[in-house]
Structure formats: C-alpha cells, structure tokens
C-alpha cells in the first residue's frame, strides 16, 4: 500500500507555524488538490475552520492538537504520522446549513458545531420556533437558543447545559440560552433530519444576530436550519482516543 499524499495546514500560532515547517520537511507537502488526507495543525478553532476550507475538496481530515482541548483532534506525534492516518478511523459529518433572512439579504452557511441565535442589545430576544412546519413554541423569551451536531454537542451547546449526543444517533439539540420564558424549557432533541424554522418577534425592537460556525448574520428576520446530507467530510481518528469515545468519556467528567 502506497503511503498517503499528505497536505498541512497550520494555525497562526508560532508553534503552529514551526511544527507545519518541521513536519511538511519530514514527510513532503503535495498541493492540497493532489493530497490524500488533509493535516490540521492547531486547536479546534483552527480544526472547523480546515473543516470549512477543504470541505469542496472532499477529502479526509486528520487533526493534529496545538490548542488547548483538541476535542476534534488526535495527540500531537510526529514521528509516526503516517502509520496513525493509515490506522486512524474516519467519522463521517454532515453540516447543517442556515438560511438566515435579514432585514437587508439573505445568508446561507454551514455549521459543523451550532447554529445559534443571540439577542444583539439589553432587549431579551423573542422567537417562534416551528418544526417540520408545525409550531412548537409561539414565544420563546430570553437570550437566544441553538441548533447542535453531535459533533459540535460537547462544544457551545454543553456550556448552557444542552445535552451530549453521541455520534451517530441521528439527533439534533435544540437548546435554549438563558430562558426567561418559558422558565421551565429545557430544549429538544429532534430527529437530524427534522427542519427547524425559527421567527424573530419584534425584530426591530428586540434585534437577533444568527451564527453558523464562523459566519454571522445580524437584524434577523426568520431563519431555516436543517442537516444538509448531500455535503459529507470524513475526521480521522487514532483508534484509542476516538470522537465516539471522547464523547462517552465527557459525560463522565467528575
């Protein structure tokens, strides 16, 4: 078996940068379009940017942590690269796409990790959330809610206590953000499938700002998010620290 073509790409860090120069000497660098398997050298942060870059190219994504968590990563090691991308399991992921009308344009994205909407000023935001085209909440009042992946779970969506959905469930976490009303909402989970239209109430009194990974649209009208399966990315992993089992491994944290 032939030894995979790779290409690196690197975070703006220092270390970053000397550890994509050290390697790329070591192993050869082919253009990104020639490549095999795609390198990310960084955090997390850096990993779902690489995720966004490459996804036309369709090309498995090994990420090699320089970041503080490197939930999306495997160990740093550079001495036997290629043996762990030629052991290394792949998860496959789907994004979820956002079409955000403003008062202004509309916005498509992706979103590997979340969907979120957030109120813009001191006003709490008001929204009418609908599922699949049924209306599930008229008004729901407070500082925002989100749309999580599994993969993006354990990310946004964990810190304001949605819930962790392991990999290949086939679910998505609706999750509230500070709910004033109503109190006692704790969110959904929805099929991955389901389409999830959201209304901004009072849109100019009480402005709403939707994100979709790194790309935000402000003065929110309505927005549409659902699992866009037509567009796939394989993260590869190292057997023994992979994201199915980080995932279980979270929710045991003490």
Known sequence: MAEPKLTFLAAETSVAQDAQKEIAARY???????????VSLGGDGFMLHTLHHVMKYGKPVYGLNLGAHGF????????????HIVL??????????????????TVRAYAFNEVSLLRQTRQSAKLRLSVD???RLS???GDGVMVATPAGSTAYNLSVH????????SLLALTPIAAFRPRRWKGALLPARAVIDIEVQ???????????????ARNLRRVRIQEDRSVSIQ????????????MIQEQFVE
């Open 28 to 38: 050869g660098s082919a253009p990104i379009e020639e490549a095999d398997v795609i």
């Open 72 to 83: 999306l990563c495997n160990e740093y090691d550079d001495k036997e690269l290629i043996e």
């Open 88 to 105: 290394a399991e792949p998860v496959e992921l789907h994004p979820l796409v956002m079409q955000a009308v403003t008062q202004t344009e």
């Open 133 to 135: 085209g049924i209306e």
């Open 139 to 141: 008004t729901l009042n």
């Open 162 to 169: 949605g819930p962790i959905i392991p990999l290949g469930a």
């Open 202 to 216: 009072e849109h100019e009194k009480r402005p709403v700002s939707a994100t979709a990974d790194f790309t935000e």
């Open 235 to 246: 993260i590869l992993f190292d057997p023994k620290h992979n994201l199915a089992e980080k």
